[in-house]
């Protein structure tokens, strides 16, 4: 699956941090970038991580730092099984970060180098991303020799998919702001029409009042299934099926906006992650499945350079909101175009209370509402 990134563009504008949340699965990096007996950095949470492929398959990530005296582990050696530490020599098991060799040690020392371990995290590949779970702080190691399900962690995210058959394509861009802004700008419906307006996609002249219907679901909640909206260029295409066309789109916490339309036995699906890679700044993942116009020619690229744009489109104004996050404004989150936003701020609110207090969290919804807006 070829890689399309659009951010090219660098900046080292960051706004204000946002809360953190932990326990979670989140996508650190394309696995296709771990070759074998390469090492591979990422940021998730803050964290410094290292990541790579061992020989058997598996992917690992680990805590870029030597247990020793801190160097990163990345700038070191990696056989496929071991990683070495470039200070002194220190080898460690990289799925559960035990320490196997002290190079230094003499026949008068007693020191077990296997009881000293290097902080690893439960790593899982799925549709091509590295997902590392990350504890809170202080919470305790969550890999060693057992099996990962004995350590209670939720599901790892994965894509919907309905049959064996259908296309890929995959899209990523940083974004000079906190997960916060990321999120709320992924589930805002009121800027479709201005960052994205194109003759493919709306225009500011097709904006019409809109009624959808939301309802809770466990940890975020659901566009309730219906017929996409009319004046979508890309949705009116399913028509050529004749079949009804039907969209789900789900939000969950931490981070994830799920999508999928229907049309008969045709279907699209796409997750979308805003990820953390600091308390400031974040990353959008899009990874998407489909068998719509399976067999026509030039789909897929075709696809991919709208997508792009699309994503594009949205990083340019974040970076632009980036540079009024900077003087730290007062902002406001109006109805009913950003009740999804103030959902996903209780919902958080809900989630940070109910770790600090062992509750159970309370939903911001108690049942199924109708929002309305033009869009
Ligand atoms: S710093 Fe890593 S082995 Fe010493
Ligand atoms: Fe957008």
């Known amino acids: 699956m070829p890689f399309l990134n659009p951010s090219e563009t660098r900046t080292d504008l960051s706004g204000p941090a946002a809360t953190l949340l932990?326990?979670?699965?989140?996508?650190?990096?394309?696995?296709r970038k771990l070759r074998l007996g390469k090492l591979s950095k990422a940021m998730l949470l803050d964290i410094p991580l290292v990541l790579g492929r061992l020989n058997d398959g598996r992917v690992f990530a680990m805590r870029d730092s030597c247990p020793h005296r801190g160097i990163p582990l990345s700038v070191g050696r990696f056989d496929g099984r071991h990683v070495t530490c470039r200070y002194h020599g220190?080898?460690?098991?990289?799925?559960?970060?035990?320490?196997?060799?002290i190079p230094s040690l003499g026949s008068r020392d007693h020191l077990d180098p296997t009881r000293i371990l290097a902080t690893a995290y439960p790593c899982e590949?799925?549709?091509?991303?590295?997902?590392?779970?990350?504890?809170?702080?202080?919470?305790?190691?969550?890999v060693g020799t057992a099996e990962r399900t004995d350590w209670g962690l939720k599901a790892v995210p994965e894509l919907a998919k309905f049959g064996g058959r259908y296309r890929t394509a995959f899209l990523t861009a940083d974004l000079p702001c906190n997960v916060d802004h990321g999120i709320i700008g992924l589930m805002d419906p009121?800027?479709?029409?201005?960052?994205?307006?194109?003759?493919?996609?709306?225009?500011?002249?097709?904006?019409?009042?809109?009624?959808?219907?939301?309802?809770?679901?466990?940890?975020?909640?659901?566009?309730?299934?219906?017929?996409?909206s009319g004046n979508s260029a890309p949705y009116k295409l399913l028509g050529v099926y004749g079949q009804p066309v039907e969209t789900t789109i789900d939000f969950v916490l931490p981070n994830r906006r799920t999508e999928v339309i229907r049309c008969g036995d045709k279907w699209f699906s796409s997750l979308t992650t805003v990820t953390p890679m600091t308390a400031t700044t974040c990353r959008i993942d899009v990874v998407a499945a489909w068998n719509v116009f399976y067999y026509v020619p030039l789909v897929t690229p075709i696809a991919r350079f709208f997508g792009a744009k699309f994503v594009r489109q949205d990083q340019l104004t974040m970076i632009q909101q980036a540079e009024g996050l900077r003087h730290n404004p007062s902002l406001m989150l109006i109805d009913d175009a950003d009740k999804p936003a103030k959902w996903y701020f209780a919902l958080k609110q809900a989630r940070l209370e109910a770790s600090a207090t062992g509750a159970q969290p309370k939903h911001p919804l108690d049942g199924p509402v109708e929002l309305h807006w033009r869009s």
């Open 190 to 228: 009121a800027h479709g029409p201005f960052v994205h307006h194109a003759w493919w996609w709306r225009t500011r002249g097709s904006i019409r009042e809109k009624t959808k219907r939301f309802e809770p679901i466990s940890e975020g909640f659901r566009m309730s299934a219906h017929a996409p």
């Open 90 to 101: 220190w080898e460690f098991e990289p799925c559960g970060g035990q320490c196997q060799a």
């Open 125 to 142: 590949e799925r549709d091509g991303h590295a997902w590392v779970f990350i504890p809170s702080p202080g919470a305790g190691r969550k």
């Open 22 to 31: 932990y326990d979670d699965w989140y996508p650190a990096l394309r696995t």
